[in-house]
């Protein structure tokens, strides 16, 4: 894995936001007429639900790794005048 640092949290964090959003946004979808769900439209739900809660675990399993000191920590990023630089 290397060095953790701020830039793969956050890349982690955007990826289980996107996934959590495109598990709900097809739920509210399959239900905007209102009728029972198909067998196919409850797979689609679980593999979208699957692919966010996996995600969210890698997140967790990243921080506690860095918190029990298996992986070491930087945040190279510093921000000058709004803009996101690397040193």
Do not use: C, H
């Amino acid at each position: 894995l290397g060095k953790s640092d701020g830039g793969k949290f956050q890349r982690l964090a955007v990826a289980a936001a996107l996934a959590r959003s495109r598990w709900v946004a097809e739920a509210v979808a399959i239900t905007e007429a209102g009728s029972a769900i198909t067998p196919e439209q409850t797979t689609r739900l679980a593999t979208l639900r699957a692919a966010y809660e996996e995600l969210a675990e890698v997140y967790e399993a990243m921080r506690r790794m860095v918190e029990r000191g298996y992986l070491t920590y930087s945040n190279p990023m510093v921000t000058e005048g709004g803009n996101v630089v690397t040193r």
